[in-house]
């Protein structure tokens, strides 16, 4: 089930901080079968507009629920470190924030459209399409 909002704010945090947080997360993806929660927040933007979408993988489709893991596997989620920003930000620049509890207890990356490394843009292109 998603549950879907709109409210105006801005997440906190400037800079690059790609070693903080790098392989630091003890979270384990989630075994076969068990259910993965996702927060996924997308804000800024020239309209300043944050979009927020919840998701317990139970809730999808058995075709969805292994694309996501499939995405969560191939952007090593759970190595990245917790905050991939431009230094100094940019104006306008979307940012992203995606937590994701596999069971251990959940792991937050925070990234901009600009400092997204590249295998982590096609798990959040496939949360903002599924936010929509």
């Known amino acids: 089930m998603l549950l879907f909002s709109l409210s105006v704010s801005v997440l906190g945090g400037c800079g690059a901080d790609a070693g903080e947080g790098s392989g630091a997360n003890a979270a384990i993806p989630a075994e076969k079968g068990e259910a993965m929660h996702v927060v996924f927040e997308r804000s800024g933007g020239f309209a300043g507009i944050t979009r927020t979408a919840r998701l317990d993988s139970g809730s999808l489709t058995p075709d969805a629920q292994a694309e996501l893991s499939a995405l969560i596997d191939q952007a090593d989620f759970f190595e990245l470190p917790a905050q991939i920003l431009s230094d100094p930000p940019i104006p306008d620049d979307f940012l992203y924030s995606i937590e994701i509890d596999a069971g251990d ?28």
Not at 106 to 121: E, G, K, N, Y
């Open 105 to 132: 207890g959940p792991w937050t990356v925070v990234t901009s459209d600009i400092a997204m490394p590249d295998q982590l843009r096609p798990l959040v292109e496939w949360l903002t399409n599924t936010a929509r």
